[in-house]
Each structure stands twice: as structure tokens, then as C-alpha cells.
């Protein structure tokens, strides 16, 4: 059966969001839900959402090239101000795609053969003692399986 290190493009993407200067304070996790009280402070999370398959498979069933969905979600918080939250929602977004462009060889630290940066969904909340607003980030790579 032929297989991808789904876990270990999540951590490429993550290490390659620590190693960014606006990005090293901020907490990155990978599969996890967000804090839900105010203390969330700037919050990323990392998110595998599905594989599809590219053009059927190669050399009889040993390699398949996928396509994967990966959704990075950015979340900022505050008490009172729905404005401030979503500037500083927006911030984050904008300092998580541009650390990801970065990469220029475009392989998250060499664990897929490409990426490239798609849409992204926005939702706000309320949540203990303040306002949270995220948006996400597709990440949409392709890698090929192999036995």
C-alpha cells in the first residue's frame, strides 16, 4: 500500500511558521482545537482536510500522486472591539502567507513535490471574556505515494 507522512508535511508547515520572526512568539499547534477563552491571544492552527488522487496510478499500483488540502487557521482575540480583533486577525493572516511563500522552492521543507496557496473560509465567536475572529488558509500540495 502506498503511503504519505501526512504528520510530517504538518510539521514542515509548522516549523516553517517558528522559524518566522513575526511568527516565533505565536502559538502554532497541529490537529488541535483552539483555546476558547480570551487568553488565546494570536493562535494558529494546522489542519490536514482531505487527499484526492491525480490522474490514476503509476507503475501498477506502487505510486499514486495525491492531492492534498491543508487548512491553516489563524485565529486573534480581544475583550471589546470586533475591529481590533479582525485587524489583528488579518496581521497574522497576512505574516503566516507571506512566511509560507517564503519557501521558494515551494516543497515545505522538501515533504511535497509542490504547493501553492488557495482561499480560505472567515468565522467569529464569541468566547470568555472577548471576541475571537479567524480566517484560514488552504494549502494545496501534491506528493506521490509510494510502497
Not at 39 to 46: A, F, N, P, S, Y
Not at 120 to 138: Q, T
Request: charged share 25%.
Amino acid at each position: 500500500m502506498a503511503r504519505i507522512l501526512y504528520f510530517a508535511i504538518e510539521e514542515a508547515i509548522r516549523d516553517i511558521l517558528k522559524a518566522d520572526n513575526n511568527l516565533k512568539d505565536d502559538m502554532v499547534v497541529i490537529e488541535e482545537e483552539p483555546p476558547t477563552n480570551i487568553d488565546l491571544g494570536r493562535w494558529i492552527g494546522i489542519y490536514l482536510e482531505r487527499r484526492d488522487p491525480i490522474a490514476g496510478s503509476i507503475a501498477a499500483g506502487k505510486r499514486q500522486r495525491l492531492q492534498m488540502t491543508f487548512a491553516i487557521w489563524c485565529a486573534a482575540s480581544h475583550m471589546e472591539s470586533v475591529a481590533q480583533a479582525c485587524q489583528e486577525r488579518d496581521k497574522l493572516m497576512g505574516q503566516v502567507e507571506i512566511a509560507l511563500l517564503g519557501d521558494t522552492n515551494k516543497t515545505l521543507n522538501s515533504t511535497v513535490q509542490r504547493f501553492e496557496l488557495g482561499g480560505g473560509e472567515f468565522e467569529s465567536a464569541r468566547i470568555e471574556g472577548g471576541i475571537m475572529m479567524s480566517g484560514s488558509i488552504i494549502i494545496n500540495a501534491q506528493q506521490e505515494a509510494t510502497t
